[in-house]
């Protein structure tokens, strides 16, 4: 069972959320200020936190910096009263999962958490991936060769992680450049080239008869787990 800590002041939408979510299969913890809040998410560890933006003793956005300092995983959802953009841009931006304004249709916010719910569902069973002599902990971002720790930037476990995400499945560089390196990337189909030859060599892929990061020639590449 999964444990939604929510955090609101406003009775009224806490008494209303905490049924609905139980009804849902979920156990709810409550707080109903922002010190409350901090203290109960790393007590509790939940699974999801569904956060109000204006709390008493310490603002939403402090707490959200606070919880994401201790959590880096965590799914939160803000849930504030604070419609414009620009608050909406630095609550995604402070490393909040979803926003949603108040007022809000009941639905819809349960539709969300499921959504959010099953993302870190699906990212605990693979939290290891691993093939041939390579091993991926998604969570501490490590990879290993033959249980040795490799070194790999940012950028090239975000790769690795794209292409092992989807066995078997050719991707073009240029899709390799939009999940990896973003929009608005500066990048060349060549930078890709160079990400994965460096990749290779360092999980020991030979380059010459690749057997896990496979060239499909005029495509891109393909990640064959073996
Ligand atoms: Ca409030």
Redesign the pocket.
């Known amino acids: 069972m999964a444990t939604v800590l929510l955090v ?3 009775p009224s939408i806490l008494r209303g959320l905490e049924m609905n979510l139980k009804i849902d299969g979920l156990r709810v913890l409550s707080a109903t200020d922002g010190v409350a809040a901090v203290r109960a998410a790393r007590a509790a560890m939940p699974d999801l936190i569904i956060l ?4 008493p003793s310490m603002d939403g956005f402090d707490v959200l910096r606070e919880v994401r300092k201790d959590d880096p995983d965590v799914p939160i959802l803000v849930l504030s ?1 604070r419609a414009s953009e620009a608050e909406k841009v630095l609550g995604l931006s402070l490393g909040a999962d979803d926003y949603v304004t108040k007022p809000f249709g009941l639905a819809e916010l349960l539709a969300r958490v499921r959504a959010l719910l099953r993302r870190t569902r699906r990212r605990e069973a693979d939290a290891v991936v691993a093939f041939g002599p390579v091993s991926i902990d998604v969570v501490a971002r490590v990879v290993r060769v033959n249980n040795e720790p490799v070194e790999v930037t940012a950028l090239e476990f975000d790769l690795l992680r794209y292409l092992t995400d989807q066995p078997m499945r050719a991707v073009t560089r240029e899709q390799i450049m939009q999940a990896v390196w973003g929009a608005g990337h500066a990048g060349t189909p060549r930078t890709v080239d160079n990400f994965i030859a460096r990749l290779r060599s360092k999980i020991g892929d030979d380059p010459a008869d690749p057997k896990f990061i496979e060239t499909v020639r005029g495509v891109g590449y393909r990640f064959n787990p073996g």
């Open positions: 609101e002041d406003d109000d933006l204006g709390l009263a």
